[in-house]
């Protein structure tokens, strides 16, 4: 199916006035609602017009005497109008993350990844892009890859991770 200026123009008309993708391929004929869609979005067309959809106007509920937040209106057009909204994860409380400080790793510890053994802390600290890189390298806990400050950041308790969990579920 060929595209002529003709057709684009009666295209062009029916979404301005309101047309569904549906109802303007039935017009068009010989084309479907998806080959519709994917004309206006490659020619750009905006939103189309609003169709009334009765002339009296609808009763209005009486306000309830509390006064409700408000809520951000949903986006109606684009490619994210359907999105689901998620709400923002929060942030741990700064006495639940560990003290950076606390572990500070002396230079006799710090080793490359050539220097790792089953027996030194495999903890990566800094970017491993950067010169400065280095594992942790002291020793580790039994039948851990870690030392034992570090194993208590990797390693949560199994209640700890279901109450972050259900956080999470707003």
């Known amino acids: 199916m060929n595209w002529t200026d003709e057709r684009v123009e009666l295209l062009k008309k029916l979404w301005a006035e309101g047309l569904s993708a549906s109802q303007i391929a039935a017009e068009l004929g010989n084309v479907t609602r998806n080959a519709v869609i994917g004309k206006v979005h490659r020619l750009g067309l905006s939103g189309r017009a609003k169709t009334v959809t009765s002339a009296a106007p609808r009763p209005r509920k009486p306000r309830p005497a509390t006064v409700q937040p408000a809520r951000p209106r949903p986006m109606v057009h684009g490619n994210t109008a359907l999105a689901p909204a998620y709400a923002p994860v929060p942030e741990p409380e700064p006495e639940d993350l560990p003290d950076p400080v606390a572990n ?16 030194t802390c495999r903890w990566p600290v800094g970017d491993p892009g950067k010169p400065d890189f280095f594992y942790c390298g002291s020793r580790t806990k039994t039948g851990l890859p870690y030392c034992a400050y570090h194993a208590r950041i990797a390693y949560q308790p199994v209640h700890d991770r279901r109450r972050d969990r259900r956080a999470v579920r707003i």
């Open 104 to 119: 500070v790793i002396p230079m006799a510890e710090r080793c490359t990844i050539l220097d790792l053994t089953e027996f």
